[in-house]
């Protein structure tokens, strides 16, 4: 069975940095590194909203306000997704999930990591 596994969710001050990490688990190498791969989050009471995407060839998009400030990278020997939060804002503060949204285990999601930003 297909598992991700979100980590690297803490508090940090305004301007700060945080690196959040998704790992595959239950897939092959080969089956990640074919598979596109998102972040979402979600703050309370809000709807669960896309934040960045990476395909399997390494392109990736990101939603307007996380532009410039977050990296989405992955390293498919690891089965691993990353996302490099810089500049963090206190609207930043919500729980992340990362998900694969392509191939057979499309809709597959994570537990999530919480990020809080203090003011």
């Known amino acids: 069975q297909v598992q991700l596994v979100e980590s690297g969710g803490d508090l940090a001050q305004a301007g700060g940095s945080l690196r959040l990490s998704c790992v595959a688990s239950?897939?092959?190498?080969?089956?990640?590194?074919?598979?596109?791969m998102a972040w979402y989050r979600q703050a309370p009471s809000n709807q669960r909203e896309w934040v960045a995407q990476?395909?399997?060839?390494?392109?990736?998009n990101y939603a307007d306000f996380v532009k410039g400030r977050f990296t989405i990278s992955r390293d498919n020997a690891k089965n691993t997704v990353y996302l490099q939060m810089n500049n963090l804002k206190p609207e930043d503060t919500a729980k992340y999930y990362c998900?694969?949204?392509?191939?057979?285990?499309?809709?597959?999601w994570g537990q999530g990591t919480l990020v809080t930003v203090s003011s």
């Open positions: 998900t694969i949204f392509s191939g057979v285990y499309s809709g597959t």
């Open positions: 990476i395909s399997f060839k390494g392109t990736t």
């Open positions: 239950g897939m092959t190498n080969t089956a990640f590194s074919v598979a596109a």
